[in-house]
């Protein structure tokens, strides 16, 4: 009988672990190919125009980062450069991206197991974003198409971040 406890249990804390990542869908709606990255989830990738890149992430990740990178060339082992936002070199990013790039931020479940999030342009800004929650009931749409985006971060007092409940999926969209 033991053994059955224990297997719903661990079904059970699976369950509530599972409830919390994340989804981030990122879309490139731009003309041109960008290439997203993510510290420290996510890596990097290539998305042409149209393209979603589903990538999932798991609760308690903090002080985290999704910027696209443009005008890159990569080799078959994934070394190159990009005009902006590059990453050392790399086409799966585990260092942040050389400025200008415009970055969504964000920690999951952090305290009051909120989401916080935000973009940000201190670094520069390199490609429109929209940076939105898609569910838990939760509706925070942020928004970056220039330089002067009202809705960004430009220094680090600004008061921008935005919450939503532990458990939210999310979407960046490139060029909304």
């Given at each position: 009988?033991?053994?059955?406890?224990?297997?719903?249990?661990?079904?059970?804390?699976?369950?509530?672990?599972?409830?919390?990542?994340a989804?981030?869908?990122?879309?490139?709606?731009?003309?041109?190919?960008?290439?997203?990255?993510?510290?420290?989830?996510?890596?990097?990738?290539?998305?042409?125009?149209?393209?979603?890149?589903?990538?999932?992430?798991?609760?308690?990740?903090?002080?985290?980062?999704?910027?696209?990178?443009?005008?890159?060339?990569?080799?078959?082992?994934?070394?190159?450069?990009?005009?902006?936002?590059?990453?050392?070199?790399?086409?799966?990013?585990?260092?942040?991206?050389?400025?200008?790039?415009?970055?969504?931020?964000?920690?999951?479940?952090?305290?009051?197991?909120?989401?916080?999030?935000?973009?940000?342009?201190?670094?520069?800004?390199?490609?429109?974003?929209?940076?939105?929650?898609?569910?838990?009931?939760?509706?925070?749409?942020?928004?970056?198409?220039?330089?002067?985006?009202?809705?960004?971060?430009?220094?680090?007092?600004?008061?921008?971040?935005?919450?939503?409940?532990?458990?939210?999926?999310?979407?960046?969209?490139f060029?909304p």
């Open positions: 009988m033991s053994l059955i406890k224990i297997l719903l249990f661990s079904i059970f804390a699976l369950c509530l672990i599972s409830t919390q990542a989804r981030f869908d990122i879309v490139n709606r731009c003309s041109y190919t960008v290439w997203p990255a993510g510290i420290p989830r996510g890596g990097g990738r290539q998305l042409t125009s149209g393209q979603t890149w589903a990538l999932d992430v798991p609760a308690g990740t903090s002080a985290a980062r999704i910027w696209g990178r443009t005008g890159c060339r990569f080799d078959g082992s994934g070394r190159g450069s990009c005009q902006t936002g590059d990453c050392g070199g790399a086409l799966s990013c585990s260092v942040s991206g050389r400025p200008p790039t415009t970055l969504a931020e964000y920690t999951l479940n952090g305290g009051n197991n909120l989401d916080y999030f935000d973009i940000s342009v201190i670094d520069g800004f390199n490609i429109p974003m929209e940076f939105s929650s898609t569910s838990n009931g939760c509706n925070k749409v942020l928004t970056c198409r220039d330089s002067n985006c009202p809705d960004a971060y430009h220094q680090p007092n600004d008061v921008k971040t935005v919450t939503c409940p532990g458990g939210t999926n999310y979407r960046i969209v060029c």
